[in-house]
DNA sequence: TGTACATCAGTGAACGCGCGTTCACTGATGTAC
DNA sequence: TGTACATCAGTGAACGCGCGTTCACTGATGTAC
């Protein structure tokens, strides 16, 4: 792929940095992080591997690059869904939707945001904006009267941890008989949110 | 380390095999299995890299190897902790804290046990045995009277991925402000397996 | 209008590293005659 | 009791690989005089 490649004319050169950051998240997206390497990148571009350090630092750069742009997506896409509902509880739940669909459609890019990487010592901006969306969004529901929370933070944090565990162990574990998507995840909104008696009888 | 090593007596070559498990296990729970390659596992034991082909074919005999191990004693826990109890609400919450106990007390034998790896196609027996194990005893709490669950197999799966999320997610984020592992887990076990009307107002 | 020069957008060869794996071997210890 | 031999428990050197990174460079394009 991309034998030939015309180089960008003068004073364009800052266009090469897109295209590696797109080689990035494409390589991300198909093999995962560890596939992204400055040679694999460089071959996927169709340049010589050193050209890419005219636009980032060393490797690490490109990772961070590829981390700050998953955040952004996942926050927008959770935003989008959150915006489309009108009461509170149908907000949370697609929020809550939004971030399991994301997290399944694009594992790689979710296990870069989210894995365990030694990057995490420094909480992006736009990750700790969507977890405060999501205990507001369950705030929401409680003075809308549809949740019984006396600890939204506390409740944000074990759904946020389930929608997580859900995510990633259905991405990890296919051959596992799991049940439609919707259905486990409304039963860990509904249960950890105080949105029901009980969590196999969901109000619906 | 290991810098000389005498050699096994006739007849017992079979102990390096034990030494060079030893040694993957602790370079495991030091450094993640990333770290665990064949040459560092023959420095560590004071052997050469070679004199691993003698007890493992390959490299990834010895991780398939670990992973096995994780999984008994993952196994071995729950069930002594949910031994240790007398009533099945008790015994359900003990299982699910040891469970996440061992998550975060070993979290490089948690993640090879239950990471995104490749080698996840074919299930272990005793990771299967685990879960239904979790059915079991959100069943028997159902027919104890103490849980309103109506499909305690979709409640297992619930709490599952809820539990493999906090753990997680508390390992590879330690700057966030986490209330009390107590705290969190009570919560999503009671949430999720219909233990109470609200999962703020917890009755214990 | 022509030419010297600076700048820009890259390139190609090479470095040292750690890795999994292969190969031919070594030296101690037991056993058959 | 002595000796040839088989077996066992390893070893040391080498292979090819892909990696991140460094280095000196090339060739096109614009600009100053």
New binding site residues.
């Given amino acids: 792929m991309a034998t030939q ?12 940095r897109d ?1 590696i950051l797109d080689a990035a998240r494409l390589i991300t997206e198909e093999h995962g992080e560890q ?9 996927s ?10 636009h ?5 750069a490109i990772l961070d690059a590829l981390v700050d742009e998953a955040f952004a997506e996942l926050s927008a896409v959770i935003s989008a869904a959150r915006a489309a509902q009108t009461d509170p509880l149908s907000s949370l739940r697609a929020g809550c939707a939004a971030y399991v669909d994301f997290a399944i459609r694009r594992p790689h890019q979710y296990q870069l945001a989210f894995g365990d990487r030694e990057r995490n010592t420094s909480p992006r901006a736009s990750a700790t904006a969507a977890f405060e969306g999501l205990v507001n969004s369950v705030q929401a529901c409680v003075e809308a009267g549809a949740s019984s929370s006396t600890d939204p933070f506390g409740d944000a944090i074990a759904i946020w941890v389930a929608l997580h565990g859900y995510a990633t162990m259905h991405a990890s574990r296919p051959a596992f008989p799991w049940p439609a998507t919707d259905t486990t995840l409304d039963r860990i909104v509904d249960g950890l949110a105080g949105l029901s008696a009980s969590p196999s009888i969901r109000p619906r």
Avoid at 35 to 43: D, G, I, K, M, P
Avoid at 45 to 54: F, H, K, Q, R
């Fill in positions: 490649r015309a180089r960008n004319p003068r004073g364009e050169g800052a266009r090469l295209e596939a992204v390497t400055l040679r694999s990148v460089a071959r571009v169709g340049i010589a591997a050193p050209s890419i350090y005219a980032f630092p060393d490797r690490d």
